[in-house]
């Protein structure tokens, strides 16, 4: 649902890969958390295998580091926690401004300025995650992988997935387009929609999983509904080929994209792509407006 407090929008647009003096640990409130996520950024050379035109990663400045020094990463994430654990995290702009309800760690997410699953260090840093939310008691926080699905079906990421799963992990695949033409469009890939489609099953049937997508208004126009239609047919597709799909995350965007022709849809646009994808499937739906 939408959120009725308009202060809290500054803060949902501020998703800055920087907190302090950290390389690759930062705190961001999260409209869909619903709370404070704790970011683990693998990629912060800021390659990545998608050039989505929704992006919002600054690739005009050069990248600080351009590998992932595990130790450093386990330093930075028990930092972070116990200053969240200790409610020095909120004196701190921006998150000072976090209404006291909200001032919980629902999540330490992988989710930084590439695809996580294509850095070398994936397993370790999630048994990082894993240990630090053991230590920290953070029995409700859920380790969460944000993902474009290519590379789900590496051996390297099976196994990865196998402790991310002990540690109360849950996937969120993103899937924004039912045609190929319109995945070329907005995701620009390095791989066929097909491709992502059979890795999403994969893992859908081995645990259930978050489709996460983005809607957006591109040269003015929101998606046709004839996109939204064949979007359906593909969760239709995982559905039916043994994917579990626990939750849809529809959503526009919420900050400076790579693309300035990509912009937000109105609520009202996307209460009407809501209601056209509940009319279809039989999945919950949840939906976030945008943050401008």
Not at 44 to 67: E, L, W
Not at 212 to 233: K, W
Not at 235 to 242: A, K, N, P, Q, W
Request: hydrophobic share 40%; proline share 6%; with cysteine.
């Amino acid at each position: 649902m939408n959120d009725a407090r308009p202060s809290l929008n500054v803060l949902y647009r501020d998703h800055t890969r920087h907190w302090q003096d950290n390389l690759y640990v930062y705190a961001v409130l999260s409209r869909r958390s619903g709370g404070v996520s704790v970011g683990i950024n693998l990629n912060p050379d800021k390659a990545c295998n998608f050039d989505c035109i929704y992006c919002q990663v600054d690739r005009t400045t050069p990248p600080m580091v351009r590998d992932v020094d595990p130790a450093r990463l386990d330093a930075e994430l028990r930092h972070t926690l116990a200053e969240a654990a200790s409610g020095e995290l909120f004196r701190h702009a921006p998150l000072d401004a976090v209404p006291a309800d909200m001032r919980v760690v629902r999540d330490i997410a992988f989710s930084g300025d590439g695809e996580p699953t294509t850095c070398t260090a994936f397993h370790e840093a999630v048994r990082i995650a894993a240990r630090a939310r053991l230590d920290f008691k953070l029995d409700q926080c859920k380790l969460v992988l944000i993902t474009d699905a290519c590379y789900l079906k590496r051996d390297s990421v099976r196994a990865a997935l196998k402790d991310f799963d002990a540690a109360n992990g849950e996937i969120w695949a993103k899937l924004d387009a039912g045609t190929d033409a319109y995945y070329e469009q907005v995701n620009r890939p390095n791989y066929p929609l097909d491709h992502v489609i059979d890795n999403i099953v994969d893992v859908a049937r081995v645990r259930p999983i978050v489709i996460q997508s983005l809607f957006m208004r591109v040269h003015g126009q929101p998606p046709p509904m004839t996109e939204v239609d064949a979007y359906c047919d593909r969760l239709h597709d995982i559905v039916s080929r043994g994917g579990v799909i626990k939750l849809v995350q529809l959503y526009t965007i919420a900050r400076r994209t790579t693309e300035p022709y990509a912009t937000p849809l109105t609520n009202d646009e996307l209460d009407g792509l809501a209601q056209r994808v509940s009319g279809q499937i039989s999945l919950p739906i949840a939906r976030f407006y945008s943050a401008a």
